[in-house]
């Protein structure tokens, strides 16, 4: 029999934490490591350099939140909703993005390699020298994604929209692209 894992914490709790750890004269990171927080609302939350590493924030409502620095390496966003949130140079190594609400995410300077971006939403997204690296992005729409000077060495693309998007620079050794919609509508794409 397989163990599942409950949320242990509330909104409300949530909520409290980051209060806790942002108020006063230092600031000290939040530390949600390995935390199971399936559907919590932190919409608009300042999450700055918190560690969300193995956590289980599938579900989640994270929308317009500043997650910048934010270490979430093998997190489970399976179905999250970041639409705006800002994800300035944080870690999602080998992270579960697949069926997550991406759009208008600012991913400048973020390590994504290895991470399941499939089926999702990236549209008007920014990941300017972004590490795409090895990361499976099937099936998903990056309409006026800007890819300016990623890295998506061996990522995989397969059935993807890229209508539009900002491939300038990108690096594309092994990118697989099969099957992808409107590529000769990209931007700096020389195929």
Request: hydrophobic share 45%; net charge negative.
């Amino acid at each position: 029999m397989a163990y599942e894992r409950h949320r242990a914490l509330s909104d409300r709790e949530l909520w409290l934490l980051i209060a806790q750890s942002s108020y006063g004269d230092t600031y000290r990171p939040l530390n949600l490591r390995g935390a199971v927080l399936k559907g919590a609302d932190l919409a608009g939350a300042d999450l700055t350099d918190a560690s969300f590493a193995l956590a289980d924030l599938s579900n989640s409502n994270l929308e317009g939140a500043n997650l910048s620095g934010a270490f979430l390496a093998e997190a489970n966003l399976k179905g999250a909703s970041l639409k705006g949130a800002n994800l300035t140079g944080a870690v999602l190594s080998k992270a579960n993005l697949s069926e997550a609400l991406l759009s208008e995410v600012d991913f400048t300077d973020a390590k994504l390699d290895g991470a399941d971006l499939s089926r999702s939403d990236i549209i008007d997204s920014d990941l300017t020298r972004a590490d795409l690296s090895l990361t499976l992005i099937h099936s998903s729409n990056l309409t006026r994604a800007n890819l300016f000077k990623a890295n998506l060495s061996g990522a995989d693309f397969s059935g993807s929209d890229l209508l539009e998007a900002n491939l300038a620079k990108a690096f594309l050794n092994d990118t697989v692209l099969t099957n992808v919609k409107n590529l000769e509508r990209t931007i700096g794409y020389k195929g």
